[in-house]
Nanobody
């Protein structure tokens, strides 16, 4: 059973940077595609980014491409989302996810979800 735990959210100003982390102390992410979704108030969950644990292939939503970067640390069994040049419209609860499909962008493509971490960007 994969149990994802996120950390690193908070309140920042527009233009600032923030790093989210996701780990599972109980098992390795080997064989999974790890990703991040976000959900703003009154909106549906939105794909943000994903990475293949094995070889580090990444892909991003157009809305964050060039500003956000997903990475992983195999030794620490941790996935990161580095968010730069944050905008108020990036305000949302960010969820770490794990699944088995490459380039999956739908919430139903991912089997495991973290509890979510709030990111608030003030203007």
């Amino acid at each position: 059973q994969v149990q994802l735990v996120e950390s690193g959210g908070g309140l920042v100003q527009a233009g600032d940077s923030l790093r989210l982390s996701c780990t599972d102390s109980g098992r390795t992410f080997s064989g999974y595609y790890m990703g991040w979704f976000r959900q703003a108030p009154g909106k549906e969950r939105e794909f943000v980014a994903a990475i293949s644990w094995a070889i580090g292939l990444t892909y991003y939503a157009d809305s964050v491409k060039g500003r956000f970067a997903i990475s992983r640390d195999n030794a620490k069994n941790t996935v990161y989302l580095d968010m730069n040049s944050l905008k108020p419209e990036d305000t949302a609860v960010y969820y770490c996810v794990a699944g088995k499909r490459y380039k999956a962008t739908l919430p139903t493509d991912y089997n495991y979800w973290g509890q979510g971490s709030q990111v608030t960007v003030s203007s």
